[in-house]
């Protein structure tokens, strides 16, 4: 997984690409240490680039959401399988997602 983070300091956009999985553990942890250090007040992942995602993946994302707790978070631009997982796991209970 390879990320990209633009900080407007009231909205952070991480721009996600390759494969949110076990893989990824180390390197979203780093992200979410650069998250922590500066809270946005909104947190938005574009996942247009995101080819695939697992158990693992979605796990990240739901702890990104409570070690930002109170930062609303937005899933963007699922794509393919990644939309799909989203949506048998009922990931809109917890995550806002914008198509």
């Known amino acids: ?14 721009t996600l690409e390759g494969q949110l999985d076990f ?4 390197t979203f942890e780093k992200l979410l240490d650069t998250l922590k250090s500066n809270p946005p007040s909104k947190l938005v992942f574009d996942l247009t680039g ?3 995602i697992d158990s693992v993946g979605l796990g990240l ?4 959401s409570e070690d930002l707790s109170g930062v609303p978070v937005v899933l ?5 399988y990644v939309a799909r997982l989203l949506d048998l796991t009922d ?4 995550f806002q997602i914008e198509r």
């Open 23 to 26: 893989s990824a553990n180390d």
């Open 50 to 52: 995101l080819s695939t």
């Open 1 to 14: 997984m390879e990320y990209k983070v633009q900080n407007d300091g009231s909205t952070a956009l991480v």
């Open 76 to 80: 963007r631009n699922p794509q393919g």
């Open 91 to 94: 990931a809109a209970k917890m």
């Open 61 to 64: 994302l739901y702890i990104a």
